[in-house]
Every structure is written in C-alpha cells, then in structure tokens.
T-cell receptor, first 112, second 112 residues
Framework: GESVGLHLPTLSVQEGDNSIINCAYS??????FIWYKQESGKGPQFIID?????DKRQGQRVTVLLNKTVKHLSLQIAATQPGDSAVYFC???????????FGQGTELSVKP | DTEVTQTPKHLVMGMTNKKSLKCEQH?????MYWYKQKAKKPPELMFV???????INESVPSRFSPECPNSSLLNLHLHALQPEDSALYLC???????????FGEGSWLTVV
C-alpha cells in the first residue's frame, strides 16, 4: 500500500505489503530528522534517523528518504507486519536548539 | 525497552494537590526533556535541560515546575493543576542537545 498525499492521518495496508508514510517539514534550517513509532499506551520509540547531508538511509526493513528541495521526508516499511501497527511521527531537529518538532502523525493499521 | 524510566506510570490528583513526576536515565546523557502529549496528538515540548541547567521553557504555566537534581534525574513538580492538564507526560534524554532523543514510557496524569 502507499499513502496518498501528505499529512494523511491514517494508512491501512495488507500484511506483507510495503508501507510508505510521508511527512512535510517546515524549517529549511532543520538538519536532523527522526522517525518514531508510538504504540498505544507507550512512549515514542526511535526507528531511524537521517541527517540533512544524506538523502537516503536504510535500517532493518525500514528506509528513510529525505528530499530537501521540497522539504519532504518519507518512511518506507518493507513487508509490513501486524506488529508495525502504531502511530508514526516524523520529527525535525534544529541544531543547537535541542528543540524537536513533531509532525501530526500517521496511524498505520495492518490487516492480516 | 527504553532506558529512560518514569514513575509513577499513572497518577490521579485533585486540583489542590501537590505531586511530582520522576524520570531517571543511566545512559550518561547530558540533555533531558519533558514533553506533554494529549490523545491523538504529537508530543509537545515543555522543558529542556542541558548539563543540569534549564535551556528551554516553552512558556509553560508556573503550576509546572521542573527540577534537575543531577545529570541522571529529572523531576516535574505539579501544583494546582487544571483538568485540561490531564495528559501523558513524557520524559526523554539525549547524549547532548541535537542528538537522538530517547523517550520513556510516560506518566499518565489525570486531574480531577
């Protein structure tokens, strides 16, 4: 499955499909970006990060893409599993500020 | 599992009570944070400490009073709260400002 447009609040995919979660950031001075996963009743869990001098970074089953031209960030999850169901937040950090600004979040629902 | 520990996990307090939320990390991190999160919303920054000194106060009402007794501990003192202050309060830490921020599981606060 693939999200349509930006700021999509919910995304429903079939188990085994790939998921793409999009995020637009606002500050061109942001130099560090993080994706967090938050399951119900828990705190945000770090997934993957990327610095502004990169445009792609891969982890285990996850890939983050950064397009600085249009200030867009995406998280790709390969072979989505029921355990991936959660709210996903992108966050941007401005160097030296220590201020992490969160996007509105996307709720991912995985159907078995 | 997160290495940022928050207590208590749940707290119910009256509007005239005084209570405290506690946070501890043993990762040697020198930056610590308090965030507030309402249901279905992203976390919002409240306070940032860097090397035990308050670095950022996001115009938080004085009924919330942070304290950083040492580099491993962060407290949030609560007094005369309002029902609208009911939320999940998240503590987080990072090695230094600008590095990856790791969250605890949060303290669920209900003000009655």
């Amino acid at each position: 499955g693939e999200s349509v447009g930006l700021h999509l609040p919910t995304l429903s995919v079939q188990e085994g499909d790939n998921s793409i979660i999009n995020c637009a950031y606002s500050n061109s001075a942001s130099d560090y970006f993080i994706w967090y996963k938050q399951e119900s009743g828990k705190g945000p869990q770090f997934i993957i990060d990327i610095r502004s001098n990169m445009d792609k970074r891969q982890g285990q089953r996850v890939t983050v893409l950064l397009n600085k031209t249009v200030k867009h960030l995406s998280l790709q999850i390969a072979a989505t599993q029921p355990g991936d169901s959660a709210v996903y937040f992108c966050a941007e950090n401005i160097w030296q500020g220590g201020k992490l600004i969160f996007g509105q979040g996307t709720e991912l629902s995985v159907k078995p | 599992d997160t290495e940022v520990t928050q207590t208590p996990k749940h707290l119910v307090m009256g509007m005239t009570n005084k209570k405290s939320l506690k946070c501890e990390q043993h990762m040697g991190h020198r930056a610590m944070y308090w965030y507030k999160q309402k249901a279905k919303k992203p976390p919002e920054l409240m306070f940032v400490y860097s090397y035990e000194k308050l670095s950022i106060n996001e115009s938080v009402p004085s009924r919330f009073s942070p304290e950083c007794p040492n580099s491993s501990l962060l407290n949030l003192h609560l007094h005369a709260l309002q029902p609208e202050d009911s939320a999940l309060y998240l503590c987080a830490s990072s090695q230094v400002l600008g590095n990856t921020i790791y969250f605890g599981e949060g303290s669920w606060l209900t003000v009655v």
